[in-house]
């Protein structure tokens, strides 16, 4: 993703373009007649419309234009800005993978188990599979109670990883939650003489017919009628497929979109440079906790932005690693975190796949809208050479490589120059 960006960006100064009008030119286009190099159809592309939003509601045309007299005005601080889209396809592309399990019991005082394969590791998907849960049978979240991922309760389970730990182990919980759901129904048909379509799950009670119980009193008489109140619920994702040999087939069951606007300085005499401002529209489809997706758009963005301006890896002439500790390794802190952040989950989003409640996946895709400080960068580097040289700034831009890009730009805009005279 970040070399196709770069020729983008380098394309955009050859022809004397907004980057942004090139990378719109290469959208794939929201009629679903698109095909990816291999030969997957994009049905789902809504990035056109996300990058109008966003270009919009962050001002980017005047902003870039203020950006451009600001350097006219200014030698040794130079300003950058970008906006730069993701498309970031969901599920494993080893098939196998893509499956998940769930075991849930209900108690008979109504409360809930729920175990699942997906690992909890701070990106909350543990409370994601528990409100799944919660809303199955309507009840608080408060009575889920989650337990460790063990193998000894769901086993075979696949890593939690391609951002697919919601969807999948979110439709397990629920395939689980819905088979005893659908065992107290048939229990309170058969026992109130009722039809099924009559009982009705509601905020912590069940209306039957034209009269209502708690839950846990339901439950409690199901188990007065030994009504099985456990079960286990097992999800493949489906319509998935990849030859590898061939490079084809359709190895995501669906992508997700975003967009942001970096804005930088940077100081051409020493290369140290700051993240000014950052505006993010993210496609989370029908979230399943906004906060939680929030939480993991800005970790995401900001994970990627030190990973494309501070992390950089280096060995000695041994071949040992040195950068191996926080000490040598620099990852960003809450100091690199830009003054100025501005995201928003984008509110038409609505999965077209068969997700769990049509949501979409949040945790990678937003590393990736971090590609809009790097192309920022960049922007600021060229504008040292009065936009006349495309710079050759590799990735992590760390202020060694932007001061050495720095200088390479003057260097080339002087020949070209000399070359003009």
């Known amino acids: 993703m970040i070399g196709i960006e770069r020729v983008i960006d380098e394309i955009a100064v050859a022809l004397g373009m907004d980057p942004l009008d090139v990378r719109k030119a290469n959208f794939y286009p929201a009629d679903g007649s698109g095909v990816t190099p291999y030969h997957m159809t994009v049905t789902d592309s809504v990035i056109a419309e996300i990058v109008n939003e966003l270009e919009k509601s962050a001002d980017y045309r005047a902003r870039r234009q203020a950006v451009r007299a600001f350097n006219a005005e200014h030698r040794i601080l130079k300003k950058g800005i970008a906006l730069t889209p993701v498309k970031f396809g969901i599920s494993f592309t080893t098939t196998h993978l893509n499956q998940a399990g769930a075991l849930v019991h209900v108690y008979k005082d109504g409360s809930v188990h729920l175990n699942h394969g997906g690992t909890e590791m701070g990106q909350g998907l543990f409370v994601k599979v528990a409100q799944v849960v919660a809303e199955e049978f309507q009840i608080d979240i408060e009575h889920v109670k989650i337990t460790a991922t063990t193998t000894g309760k769901v086993p075979n389970t696949s890593a939690t990883a391609a951002s697919s730990g919601s969807d999948m182990n979110g439709m397990a919980a629920r395939n689980a939650a819905r088979t005893i759901k659908d065992r107290l129904i048939a229990f309170v048909a058969d026992t109130y003489k009722v039809p099924a379509e009559q009982v009705v799950f509601l905020p912590g009670r069940v209306r039957i017919g034209n009269e209502e119980i708690g839950f846990a009193e339901l439950v409690g008489q199901a188990y007065l009628n030994r009504v099985s109140l456990s079960s286990t619920g097992f999800y493949a994702t489906p319509g998935i497929h990849y030859d590898r040999d061939k490079a084809r087939g359709r190895p995501f069951f669906y992508f997700a979109y975003g967009a942001a606007v970096s804005e930088v300085v940077i100081d051409t005499l020493t290369g140290e440079n700051r993240v000014l ?41 041994a071949g040992r690693l040195q950068t191996h500790a926080p000490s040598t390794y620099k990852i960003p802190t809450a100091n690199d975190r830009p003054d100025d952040m501005r995201m928003a989950i984008w509110e038409k989003g609505e999965n077209r796949s068969q997700t769990i409640y049509r949501s979409k996946a949040v945790g990678e895709p937003p590393l990736m809208l ?31 490589r932007l001061l050495m890009a720095v200088e390479d730009v003057r260097a080339r805009a002087a020949t070209i120059a000399g070359q003009g005279a």
């Open 277 to 317: 401002r950052v505006d993010i529209l993210h496609d989370a489809g029908k979230s399943l906790n906004p906060a939680v997706d929030m939480g993991q758009i800005e970790g995401g963005f900001i994970q990627g932005m030190g990973w494309l301006t501070t992390e950089e890896l280096w060995w000695d002439d």
């Open 370 to 400: 971090a590609i809009s400080v790097l192309s920022a960068l960049t922007d600021a580097v060229a504008a040292a050479g009065d936009y006349k040289a495309f710079p050759v700034l590799d990735a992590p831009a760390t202020p060694e």
